[in-house]
């Protein structure tokens, strides 16, 4: 399903009227610096090839950073191990030389260094037989001069120091600006080499291809995609590389029936997106790729992505909090809202939750689905974890995920297979996984909150989440927005008058406690009430002796409409649903009790 819709989308975007598109056998490069060769082919100088971008940092001020441009070269090379490409951009097969500890060398454990350099210099100066341009003999003059071993200590190499290493390069012969693959001579060979090769059938294997439904050439090897968290090199989503995943005789990836045409396809409009972060954002380990079905797609992954908070904090949460007002009063996505948005709700929208996995791509999920039915299901989400209505803020997925973990880990990250439920719950409005609400209780009743950061053990967002899950699981609106006082659930009460004896404990300590009934007991009274409660009342009486007459007549009102509702008594134990319950009726009743008037508490 993937490949095929990245295969349609590379058709959308092939329509585009002012389309930049790159001819056959080339392909886009990253190039951080250009190697100026004279016409005699010695080494000149080696100039940065950046350009600066405005690009927001976490708080969302904008700074400006150097990134490299790109080149159209001849398509790189995806064969493993060494092999030189067309106009090498990698620094050990042009220079032959490794950079460490403020040195170069061309040696190393491997020979790797020498071996690239040799690839390049048979590969390059066979191609080049028989060019005469200026530009290809200066290139020709520069491979056979350049010796790896008489370099170590070249002063233009040295002044790049660290940034050797990892840096692509790109050539220009005689000025900064001659650029070695704009030469017609070096285009044009290159252009029937690549014919000559793409016509030469005589170990093809020809089949029904099972994307585009023709028969033609099947890819034996699928180009590789710069996958975020993956191999530098690049992983493949289709790689059969054990004698295990072969059958009917068929070898590497002619198992997959997927002909090069489809694979060109859908690999160059992968790395197109990957190369976007407006096509995509990474929560934990998942990378979450997404686009609309059209040639322009803008709009709608913009204000997709706005969800995941891939934009600047402000912009994202003025977005979603807008819409989220609107909805509540009365806005829907009608024709003219849709407009008002600049997006198409009947075009198809594809999200992939995709993780590495050493060379090769795992694909947790695919949704399809009208990217109006998205909008509106990712707003029912919003307005499903809302809990605090002075909390006009959105809860992002990545803020999800922050509740499910420990605050005191550094590396923790929540499973995919977790990450891809929530995700795909909220995008088919359906329930909440239920592991999702057991892993926020046990970190509710694990976590402990600290001085300085009071809300680490029950925040909105905690709150919110349980409140999602228990609605959505019995599909009714059980969980209300503030504390309810027609919901009879002994769970939720127990949860409320826990509670109220924690603020009765704070009035007389005047907050001043270093420990709180809350941290002694919370976990304990959430699980097993009736073992906790009777404790948890006889301190509360002795704690309201020292309050004022008005304060402890307004505590026992309190205490008796509750208590009465219980039947005067406690649970034995609570289940899942019910701890949630607890926790949310101890949250919503901590609200009213700290937002309550002086007036409330005043006795006629």
Not at 120 to 141: P, Q
Not at 231 to 245: R, V, Y
Not at 258 to 266: C, D, F, N, Q, R
Not at 526 to 543: E, I
Request: proline share 4%.
């Amino acid at each position: 399903m993937l490949i095929k819709a990245l295969c349609d989308y590379a058709d959308k975007q092939s329509e585009k009227p002012d389309a930049n598109k790159i001819p056959d056998g080339f392909s886009e490069q990253d190039i951080h610096y250009r190697i100026v060769i004279s016409e005699n082919g010695d080494l000149k100088n080696i100039l940065p090839f950046k350009m600066t971008k405005l690009t927001k940092d976490k708080k969302g001020k904008e700074k400006e950073v150097q990134v490299p441009r790109k080149a159209i070269l001849p398509v790189r090379t995806q064969k493993p191990g060494i092999d030189s490409n067309y106009i090498e951009h990698r620094p050990l097969y042009i220079f032959g030389l490794n950079f460490d500890k403020d040195s170069f060398s061309p040696d190393d454990k491997t020979n790797k260094a020498r071996k690239s350099h040799t690839a390049f210099v048979n590969h390059e100066l066979e191609f080049l037989n028989g060019l005469d341009s200026v530009a290809c003999k200066a290139y020709r003059n520069f491979i056979e001069k350049w010796i790896p071993e008489n370099e170590t200590e070249n002063v233009i190499l040295k002044e790049l120091g660290k940034e050797y290493n990892g840096a692509y390069f790109g050539f220009s012969v005689g000025e900064e600006s001659n650029y070695l693959e704009s030469d017609e001579q070096f285009v044009e060979k290159y252009k029937r080499c690549f014919l000559e090769k793409s016509e030469d059938k005589h170990d093809e294997v020809t089949a029904v291809c099972g994307i585009l439904g023709e028969k033609s050439s099947v890819a034996r090897l699928h180009d590789k995609i710069k996958f975020p968290g993956g191999q530098s090199s690049g992983c493949q989503m289709i790689c059969m590389n054990d004698t295990a995943f072969e059958s009917y005789g068929k070898t590497q990836s002619f198992n997959s029936n997927v002909s090069e045409k489809a694979m060109k396809k859908y690999t160059g409009v992968f790395n197109k997106l990957l190369s976007d972060r407006g096509h995509y954002t990474i929560i934990g380990d998942m990378v979450l790729v997404y686009f609309a079905m059209k040639n322009d797609d803008t709009a709608e992954c913009s204000m997709f992505s706005k969800f995941f908070r891939n934009n600047s904090d402000e912009e994202a949460e003025e977005s979603i909090s807008s819409i989220m007002q609107k909805i509540k009063s009365g806005f829907t996505t009608d024709e003219e809202s849709i407009n008002k948005l600049m997006i198409d709700d009947k075009v198809a929208f594809y999200i992939a939750g995709l993780t590495p996995n050493s060379s090769r791509i795992c694909q947790k999920f695919v949704y399809r689905g009208n990217f109006g039915d998205v909008l509106n299901n990712l707003i029912k989400h919003q307005n499903d974890l809302s809990i605090n209505e002075n909390n006009p803020y959105p809860v992002y997925f990545g803020g999800i995920a922050k509740e499910l973990k420990s605050p005191k880990s550094i590396d923790e990250k929540i499973s995919p297979p977790l990450m891809t439920s929530i995700i795909l719950s909220a995008l088919n409005n359906t329930k909440y996984p239920d592991s999702m609400l057991s892993t926020v209780i046990r970190r509710i009743k694990t976590d402990s909150d600290e001085e300085k950061k009071p809300f680490i053990k029950l925040n909105d967002t905690r709150a919110g989440i349980i409140k999602a899950c228990l609605n959505r699981k019995h599909k009714k609106e059980e969980i209300t927005m503030a504390w309810n006082e027609e919901n009879k659930n002994p769970a939720y009460l127990c949860g409320g008058l826990f509670a109220v004896y924690e603020k009765i404990q704070q009035d007389t300590s005047g907050g001043s406690l270093n420990r709180t009934i809350k941290d002694s007991y919370f976990a304990s009274a959430c699980s097993r009430p009736s073992s906790v409660f009777p404790k948890l009342a006889k301190l509360a009486q002795n704690h309201m002796r020292k309050l004022g007459e008005g304060a402890e007549i307004y505590y026992n009102k309190m205490i008796g409409t509750i208590t009465d509702n219980l039947d005067g008594e406690f649970p034995s134990t609570l289940n899942l649903d019910d701890q949630g319950r607890f926790i949310v009726g101890y949250y919503q009743m901590n609200k009213k009790l700290y937002t309550s008037s002086k007036d409330e508490r005043k006795v006629d």
